[in-house]
């Protein structure tokens, strides 16, 4: 499984590259202990740092980044981004362009606001039956916006740039959203949908079910010695 990105041949030597996630893990997940007290439990419990799934999904696809600072002060957003004139017609140069609050006013995640579009300076191409999935950075609340997620299918549109529509939840902030902030996070997803199929317990699953919990409950980490995959690493 491929993910190609290509990007305007004069921005080339401009643009930071989209990234694994797993290599952009943030600090407070680093700096998180591994267990704390529980006052319900009275002892120390594992913090989330030490749940796979948790951080797995943070670690899984591919970041695309902030292509340069952006400055916020009382809701106005500005930046200071010198790159050259793209040989494409039609291909953007400022990092961000707005959706009017009209277009998602019945939303729930709608604030009266206009909406925030990281514009995309790279295209997707992925192999035949996959789309994008580009959603918020998983778990990561401490963002001052929140990504709209959204599928492409990224094997027939990829001659076009994906933007990334947001909403500012943090009309507060004053500082710089830093280059290099992730701002999506996508997966490549097969497009055939599953076969659903449902049926009850027989004897050997009850059993098996049975002994799954009583190990996780007897033991740590019973989940990540004994089921957790090995992941393959991102390749270019």
Request: charge should be neutral; hydrophobic fraction near 40%; charged fraction near 20%.
């Amino acid at each position: 499984m491929r993910m190609i990105f290509r990007c305007d041949p004069k921005l080339a030597g401009h643009l930071l590259q989209p990234f694994p996630a797993r290599s952009a893990l943030p600090d407070w997940l680093r700096a998180m202990p591994a267990t704390a007290h529980s006052d319900i439990h009275d002892r120390d419990i594992r913090t989330v740092k030490q749940c796979p799934p948790f951080v797995d999904a943070m670690a899984y696809g591919v970041m695309i980044p902030l292509p340069c600072d952006i400055r916020i002060e009382s809701g106005q957003f500005s930046w200071d981004w010198d790159i050259p004139e793209p040989e494409t017609a039609g291909h953007p140069r400022a990092p961000l362009s707005f959706h009017p609050a009209a277009q998602f006013a019945a939303a729930p995640f709608a604030n009266g606001r206009s909406a925030i579009k990281f514009n995309s300076f790279w295209t997707i191409e992925l192999e035949p039956g996959w789309s994008l999935f580009a959603t918020h950075p998983v778990n990561r609340d401490d963002l001052p916006f929140r990504l709209v997620s959204g599928l492409v299918d990224a094997d027939r549109f990829h001659d076009g740039g994906i933007n990334f529509p947001a909403v500012w939840i943090k009309p507060e902030f004053s500082g710089v959203l830093e280059k290099g902030t992730p701002i999506a996070q996508c997966f490549a997803v097969p497009r055939q949908a599953p076969e659903l199929m449902f049926e009850s317990f027989d004897e050997a699953h009850r059993q098996s079910y049975a002994k799954v919990v009583a190990d996780v409950l007897a033991a740590p980490n019973v989940y990540r010695k004994q089921f957790r995959a090995k992941r393959g690493r991102l390749t270019r």
